[in-house]
């Protein structure tokens, strides 16, 4: 910010002589900070009675009466906050008194001489000023607004992200003059043009005491315009000072106001559009955000160089997605807040250049060019030749997103917490990252003995080079050694990422596969320390739908038996009162039987939400890895049909070491979901009070289904699973279930959920537990 708000505003109003104090808003109970959609209800004007304003002359708009808005989807102008509109103005009118020839009309008029001589301009082009050829313009800094994350150039009137790069600039627009009812701003070039206008026809006239968006109480017509004002393709009628109607001059709205006209009907009720000068709401400093306490970044997986604003996308769904859930279970934290940004490590690398382009054969070359884009990250990811350059690239982003965050929030440095959103391949890097894991550890170890090697023939020849290898094997285990004592120095001196990871969710996560694969197994410790030290992060969460062919579960490879205990389900974000997910009991899986004649192909829903289906078996989730592959689930055809049938088919297997008592909860699922698959056209608010009973009848299982006490449990549950829905194909949800979390509120309420602490006490208890 280039000036203190309060000092700026207060300056500003002392050169008017009034108490700027008088002209803000009294909010009340209401929050402080809100989002507009750009669509406001019809209400009374929210001014306050002590506004220099009301019941007083026509004088310039003061800088809480006029809002800039934004047009980030290129269709509706939304308005800025309070505080941020507020910043906005003190900075233009600073532009416009350092470049009065710069700014032109599109200044705010500092005498009543200035505003006449500007309205006797009025047909100028707003942007003479800029092709005069005169001096260049006096810069003021960039106005930092939407909480930190945008920043606003006021000469060009461009709004621009922070902390990811971004093509397209955001248009921004300073609202002066608004149509009744939507309260959206008129063009800025035609505001100006009225405001000048009517500063310099009605200044120092006496406007009413108060101010309605209601219609006028007296009906008006062409008659009692006592002022106009021709724009280019409308023109503008004053009945009175607060009476200021816009009409078209299209062919098509004359003709319908000569008709309406002769059926006795007044111009303005029949094709008028009433305006209002100045926003519905005055801007206040406080209508601001809270300062952000809680960071985390957001981490792609593959496909990103086939589209490189995905994740931008995809963090913005999420982003909006946690404001809901914020305003609707955490608006009491008034003082907290926490907020997303996307981490784009794939454009910078360099990997092969195009050499694997150079080698794709022309045919089906579509396909071929999505795969390279997308399934290649993976092979680069396994190749010791790239491996480095991916991490380092991902490292090297979080730090520069984490430095400048701190650097515009000095305070976050020392109170703020980070958190890290990963997303398929995006965990399994991410995870090396924290941990320092380097395949190439494993792979000098495992080089043969020349002791062991065949000397049934030893010649010359042989002796020689046996010797050398000897030789050189002693050189390169002194050198091994080395590198690894300057790597222990090293990473207690400077680890990898430059703030300490507070809990790390990976969504859609292979991790398990790729652990597997590297030797690890079941231990008896039962914490997430057998490959995830809390020292390094203080809490891990593997997020999964049940059918993403991509995901595999974590809680297995700690404690073998956990392959037969179900994930903790993720509550649906409306449910009422849910059980706090550090108070479920693990319960047991109980398979249903079920007939050979049921079909995989019958309709179970998508990645959406949904209630619990107690009829999943994971016995073989992790021990079974050749059910399906990282490259199996990336194929097409039949080799991904062939995985999905493997991987979702249903088992009539028992579960082994349990016995099968299908309790009353799963007869009442399947009942219902029979009844709900069976009825296409069934109410939402019946849908709810299914979804209610079926989470009732979960939590309530029989005992048999519940784990023994005296059976080792995880310290913390790692594994947590999103529900399946009931209407859509379980094949489709496959294909749809990896990118569906992004927009999910159930997931944008579970992150929240664990990064709003419940209380201090509650944390301190939690901290000596990781301890």
Not at 263 to 281: C, D, I
Not at 286 to 291: L, N, Q, S
């Amino acid at each position: 910010m280039i000036l203190g708000l309060e000092d700026a505003y207060s300056e500003y109003h002392g050169r008017l002589g009034s108490d700027p104090g008088s002209a803000y808003l009294d909010i009340g109970d209401e929050p402080a900070y809100s989002e507009s959609d750009g669509s406001v209800a019809t209400k009374k004007r929210n001014r306050s009675t002590g506004s220099r304003h009301r019941g007083e002359v026509v004088t310039e708009l003061g800088p809480e009466e006029v809002r800039w808005f934004y047009k980030e989807d290129k269709r509706t102008w939304k308005p800025f906050v309070g505080h941020d509109s507020l910043t906005i103005e003190v900075s233009y009118r600073k532009f416009c008194e350092l470049n009065p020839d710069k700014a032109g009309r599109r200044g705010p008029c500092e005498s009543a001489a200035g505003c006449e001589s500007a309205g006797g301009e009025a047909d100028a082009s707003p942007e003479d000023g800029d092709r005069d050829g005169g001096s260049a313009a006096i810069g003021v800094e960039a106005v930092c607004v939407r909480g930190g994350l945008y920043e606003v150039d006021v000469k060009e009137k461009e709004c621009y992200p922070v902390y990811w790069n971004q093509q397209d600039r955001i248009p921004v627009m300073r609202g002066q003059w608004f149509t009744d009812g939507t309260w959206l701003p008129l063009e800025e070039e035609d505001s100006d043009l009225i405001e000048q206008e009517h500063l310099a026809r009605f200044r120092g006239q006496q406007m009413k005491d108060s101010f309605e968006t209601e219609a006028a109480t007296k009906p008006v017509d062409s008659k009692d315009a006592i002022h106009s004002l021709k724009l280019s393709r409308s023109h503008v009628d004053w009945h009175s000072v607060d009476e200021v109607y816009l009409y078209s001059d299209a062919t098509t709205s004359k003709i319908a106001r000569t008709v309406t006209q002769k059926l006795g009907f007044s111009k303005a009720s029949s094709s008028g559009t009433r305006l209002h000068r100045g926003y519905v709401e005055e801007a206040a400093p406080e209508d601001k955000p809270p300062a952000t306490t809680h960071i985390v970044f957001v981490v792609h997986g593959i496909g990103q160089k086939m589209d490189q604003g995905r994740i931008i996308r995809n963090t913005s769904m999420m982003r909006d997605a946690a404001r809901k859930m914020e305003e609707k279970h955490f608006s009491d934290r008034t003082t907290e807040h926490v907020e997303f940004l996307p981490v784009e490590w794939r454009s910078r690398l360099t990997l092969d250049g195009d050499t694997v382009d150079s080698i794709t054969p022309d045919k089906v070359r579509g396909l071929r060019d999505m795969l390279n884009s997308s399934a290649m990250d993976i092979m680069y990811y396994t190749s010791p030749l790239y491996r480095d350059e991916i991490t380092r690239g991902l490292t090297l982003e979080m730090n520069r997103l984490y430095m400048l965050f701190c650097s515009r929030n000095p305070e976050f440095e020392e109170n703020g917490k980070v958190s890290i959103v990963s997303h398929s391949l995006g965990c399994v890097i991410t995870f090396d990252i924290m941990t320092g894991w380097d395949p190439l550890r494993f792979h000098h170890g495992n080089a043969p003995d020349p002791a062991d090697l065949d000397m049934s023939r030893p010649g010359f020849e042989e002796r020689r080079l046996l010797e050398e290898l000897r030789l050189t094997k002693l050189r390169l285990r002194d050198l091994e050694n080395q590198f690894q004592g300057l790597q222990a120095s090293s990473a207690i001196a400077a680890p990898a990422l430059r703030f300490k990871v507070e809990n790390f969710f990976c969504m859609g996560s292979p991790l398990a596969v790729f652990l597997a694969l590297r030797g690890i197994r079941p231990g008896a410790n039962g914490t997430q320390d057998h490959f995830l030290p809390k020292s390094i992060c203080r809490r891990l969460f593997n997020i999964f739908h049940p059918t993403d062919p991509v995901a595999y579960r974590l809680e297995p490879l700690i404690l073998k038996h956990y392959s037969n205990i179900t994930p903790v389900q993720i509550h649906w974000y409306n449910t009422t009162s849910p059980t706090p997910y550090d108070q479920i009991r693990p319960t047991l899986l109980n398979p249903l039987k079920e007939s050979a004649s049921v079909s995989d192909t019958e309709s179970i829903p998508s990645p959406c939400t949904s209630p619990p289906q107690p009829r999943r078996h994971y016995g073989e989730s992790i021990t079974s890895l050749g059910k399906a592959s990282i490259m199996g689930a990336a194929s097409i055809g039949k080799g991904l049909g062939g995985i999905l049938f493997s991987r979702f088919s249903r088992s009539s297997g028992q579960v082994s070491g349990m016995e099968e008592e299908p309790s009353d909860s799963e007869g009442g699922a399947s009942e219902t979901e029979n009844v709900a698959l069976g009825e296409e056209g069934v109410a939402s608010e019946s849908e709810e009070k299914v979804y209610e009973k079926k989470e009732e009848a979960t939590m309530s299982q029989s005992p048999s289904a519940v784990m023994d006490s005296t059976t080792l449990e995880l310290e913390r549950r790692i594994d947590f699973e999103l529900r399946e829905g009931l209407v859509e194909s379980r094949y489709w949800s496959a294909v749809t279930s990896h990118t569906g979390y992004w927009c999910s509120l159930d997931v944008a309420l579970f992150l929240l959920t664990f990064m709003y602490r419940p209380n201090e006490g509650d944390e301190a208890t939690e901290e000596n537990q990781d301890l």
